[in-house]
C-alpha cells in the first residue's frame, strides 16, 4: 500500500491491484471506495498513515460496488457505522440484490493472456471470489455535506449505477472504473477504460466518458492506476482514442 497525497487532504491510496481516496477535513474523513476484502488491514493502515482512525470516518462513499471497491469496506462499515452512500442506480448492487460482476467463467476465456492469469490468482487471494455485501448501502443525497464537498457524477457502463466523485476545492476527480491509468491485466499506461468484459454494458461506459470531459479538474484519481495530472478533458480524448484502436 502506498499513500500519495494529490493535493490538500486529498490522498489517493494505491493498494497491490485497487485503489482508494481518503478525504480528510480537520478531524472528518470521507472515505471513498475500500479495496479488496484482502485490503480490510491495509484500508484501516492508510487511515493511521494519514493521522486518522476508523472512528474518524463520517461516511464512505462508493463509485461502484464490486469486490475490488467494497471488500475492504463493508466490515469496517459494519463496525464502526458510518453511512455507505452510492449512486440511487447503485444501491441493489452494493446490498447484493443483483449482481453486476464479470465472473470465474468471464475472466477463464481471457486467461490465456499471462497478465490476466497472473491478476484473477492475486484477485482471487485478495478475496474476489467471497461474497461480499453492504447491507447498509443507500442513495446518496446531493449535495454532499462531506470533507471534500464530493459531487457525484453519475457514469453508468461499467455498472448500472457507476458514479464518479468531483472534489472541486481540490480539482480532483476520483473516476473509480469508469476512466482508468492502468490495470494488472494490461501493460498500457495512461488514461484509457477496463477491459471490455469487466464492464456490465461496454457500449454504456464509453459514452459514460463524455461525462467526466467538461469538470473542471487538474488530476485524475483513478480505480485502478497511479493518479494522472491533465484535465478530464484531455483524458478522455485519450482513452476514446485508444477505444478506437490507437495505443
Ligand atoms: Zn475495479
Redo the contacts with the bound molecule.
Keep these: 500500500m502506498t499513500v500519495e497525497t494529490v493535493a490538500a487532504g486529498v490522498h489517493l491510496v494505491r493498494g497491490s491491484a ?1 485503489n482508494w481516496v481518503l478525504v480528510v477535513d480537520g478531524q472528518a474523513v470521507t472515505v471513498i471506495d475500500g479495496g479488496y476484502p484482502g485490503d480490510a488491514g491495509a484500508l484501516e493502515a492508510s487511515l493511521t498513515a494519514v493521522g486518522r482512525e476508523p472512528g474518524d470516518v463520517v461516511a464512505a462513499l462508493v463509485t461502484h460496488a ?1 469486490v ?2 467494497v471488500g475492504g469496506l463493508a466490515p469496517l462499515a459494519a463496525r464502526v457505522g458510518f453511512p455507505v452512500l452510492t449512486g440511487p442506480a447503485e444501491v441493489r448492487h452494493a446490498r447484493r440484490e443483483v449482481v453486476e460482476q464479470a465472473g470465474p467463467a468471464d475472466v477463464a476465456r481471457h486467461a490465456c493472456r499471462p497478465r490476466v492469469l497472473a491478476w484473477a490468482v492475486h484477485a482471487v487471494r485478495l478475496g474476489a471470489l467471497r461474497s461480499v455485501a453492504v447491507p447498509s448501502a443507500t442513495a446518496l443525497d446531493e449535495p454532499l455535506d462531506l470533507p471534500g464537498r464530493p459531487v457525484p457524477v453519475p457514469t453508468p457502463g461499467h455498472t448500472s449505477g457507476h458514479t464518479a466523485y468531483l472534489l472541486p476545492d481540490a480539482g480532483a476527480l476520483v473516476s ?2 469508469a476512466l482508468v491509468t492502468g490495470h494488472p491485466t494490461t501493460a498500457r499506461t495512461g488514461p484509457q477504460r ?1 477491459a471490455a468484459f ?1 464492464d456490465h454494458d461496454p457500449a454504456r461506459a464509453a459514452v459514460a466518458l463524455d461525462a467526466l470531459a467538461p469538470l473542471d479538474a487538474g488530476v485524475l484519481l483513478p ?2 492506476g497511479p493518479a494522472w495530472r491533465g484535465t478530464p478533458e484531455q483524458a478522455v480524448a485519450i482513452a476514446h482514442s485508444r477505444d478506437a484502436g490507437g495505443t
Aim: aromatic share 10%; hydrophobic share 30%.
Design positions: 485497487v464490486h475490488d471497491h473509480g472504473d477496463l469487466f480505480g485502478h
